[in-house]
């Protein structure tokens, strides 16, 4: 990937980094000079992205992470603390989805959704505000979905599409509360991507999505990694609040 800015000296933190958007984010930082923390409730998942990554960044660490759980989330950030100091940039890839359709959506499994993807990111976001006030600086990227403003049509999305509408409306409020405080805070939806979690879709599912895409085809990880660095490098210095889409023309607003 190419980039018109530079990301040596950052510190960056990437929940969800062992698969999908994440990983092709931590790949993206990598290449850019950042010292990158890779973590995961996959340990080994981010391990392996690490040793594909050390021949052009050996700045990497790994770190065992299970977002919906408050401890692990402080033992996290306190790793990041005594190792680095600081935190340049926080992105919050971590997140499952449910395919579940209403009628047999049970409170488990709704209750699993929301945990992981709203509480994870809250929980994430409290965490980085906290190791980025002290330098009044930082950039934080919350990782939403197109669902979560139209929708997720007729696959069984409704837990995933409200825990991803209360991202957006989460990263909306702490934009407000947190005015002022030098630390910026945006939000990316992406339309469907290549990412393990649409591996698992049936073929002809995929087409049906991909058909309703003016690009004709699922994102690639990339694509979606190379708006996540924008937003967190200081090209985006006036961004804040915000919740780009990365959908191949799916929301066009």
């Known amino acids: ?8 000296n950052k510190i960056v933190l990437i929940t969800g980094a ?3 958007i994440g990983r092709a984010t931590a790949k993206g930082f990598a290449e850019l000079g950042a010292s990158v923390i890779l973590a995961d409730r996959n340990l080994g998942a981010v391990e392996q992205v690490k040793n594909e990554l050390a021949s052009i960044n050996t700045s990497i660490q790994t770190v065992e992470v299970d977002v919906s759980n408050p401890k692990s989330i402080e033992q996290m ?15 919050t890839c971590a997140g499952v989805i449910s395919k579940t359709k209403l009628i047999e959506l049970d409170l488990e499994e709704w209750n699993r959704v929301m945990a992981v993807n709203l509480t994870g990111t809250f929980l994430s976001i409290q965490g980085a505000y906290k190791l980025m006030l ?5 950039s934080i990227v ?3 979905s197109d669902t979560a403003k139209r929708g997720g049509g007729r696959i069984g999305t ?13 990263v909306k409020s702490i934009a407000r509360e947190m005015a002022g405080s030098g630390i910026r805070i945006n939000t990316i939806c992406p339309g469907p991507a290549a990412t ?12 049906q999505l991909a058909a309703g895409i003016p690009l004709g085809r699922f994102a690639n990880p990339a694509e979606i990694a190379n708006a996540i660095i924008f937003l967190c490098s200081d090209a985006a210095s006036y961004f804040y609040g915000e919740s780009m889409n990365v959908d191949g023309g799916v929301i066009m607003e």
């Open 1 to 8: 990937m190419q980039y018109p800015y530079e990301m040596e």
């Open 18 to 20: 062992g698969s999908g």
């Open 77 to 91: 950030f306190s790793f990041v603390e005594m190792k680095y100091g600081r935190l340049d940039a926080c992105v």
């Open 134 to 138: 002290p330098n009044k600086s930082g």
């Open 142 to 144: 919350a990782i939403a």
């Open 158 to 170: 409704a837990a995933y599409g409200a825990s991803k509408g209360g991202v957006l409306a989460l």
């Open 196 to 207: 393990e979690m649409h591996h698992e879709l049936q073929p002809e599912l995929v087409a």
